[in-house]
């Protein structure tokens, strides 16, 4: 069982993808929505025990999304990280101010992406795990000079999230290439229902100019025999005409 569940309010696919995967890999199940206003129904719904908020997003943005989960009695306890590319000393003092947990930058590393959860799953106590989320979140969760060694456990956290934005680009071509041979199968089947149809066309067209002829030809033919019928009828309505004034005549 998973040791927590989190809503991802993200507009980019790959953006809730790559922080799901993350999230996965930290033991923590997640859902993703595209805008605030799927978000609210969707805290309505299930329970969550926290919140990853995107600050640009289509309808209302992501304070204004902010300010009103902490207004909301059913919200306002679920920590919410402002998951931004955002990273100004003024944009966090306002996150903070409007209720945020914190502000994570969509270039998170691994281990401090562990760190903020590790935190707000424990145990500490309130005004504890406040400022432990502040040096986890904003100072990257190490107060002091960073060691060789901290530097590279940095380096690696940030290589495997790249890993993962790896594997999610890898699958959508993947998507594609399938999408672009499905499209291509789809293309050459209908070129060759395409020659059929010409074919039979070609077919039909042929059987019905050789019908025409020969209904033309019998056309012709039968009106060579009525005209010649009619020239014997003529010749023989001019004999009897010549006889019947020849005895006129006498």
């Excluded at 890993?163 to 890898?170: I, K």
């Excluded at 012709?220 to 020849?246: A, P």
């Amino acid at each position: 069982m998973a040791r927590g569940h989190a809503l991802i309010v993200e507009d980019s696919s790959t953006a809730r993808i790559i922080l799901a995967r993350l999230l996965e890999r930290a033991d923590i199940s997640s859902k993703g929505v595209a805008t605030a206003e799927e978000a609210f129904p969707a805290l309505q719904a299930e329970a969550f025990d926290l919140i990853f908020l995107d600050h640009i997003l289509p309808g209302m943005n992501g304070f204004q999304a902010l300010e009103k989960l902490k207004q909301q009695p059913t919200t306002r306890d679920i920590p919410v990280f402002m998951y931004t590319s955002q990273n100004a000393e003024k944009y966090i003092q306002e996150a903070r101010e409007l209720g945020a947990a914190g502000v994570i930058r969509k270039q998170v590393d691994r281990d401090q992406l562990l760190r903020t959860l590790d935190i707000i799953l424990s145990d500490v106590p309130e005004p504890e795990q406040s400022e432990a989320l502040r040096v986890a979140v904003e100072d990257g969760g190490y107060p002091i000079p960073e060691s060789a060694e901290q530097n590279a456990r940095r380096l690696t956290g940030r290589m495997s999230t790249l890993e993962v934005a790896y594997e999610e680009l890898e699958q959508e071509l993947r998507e594609l290439r399938n999408t672009l041979e499905q499209a291509d199968n789809g293309y050459e089947h209908s070129k060759r229902q395409t020659k059929i149809r010409m074919r039979l066309l070609a077919g039909a067209n042929l059987i019905f100019a050789i019908a025409l002829i020969w209904l033309v030809t019998w056309q012709d033919g039968r009106l060579d025999t009525h005209i010649e019928r009619t020239n014997e009828q003529f010749s023989l309505m001019r004999s009897v005409v010549g006889g019947v004034i020849e005895l006129i005549s006498r």
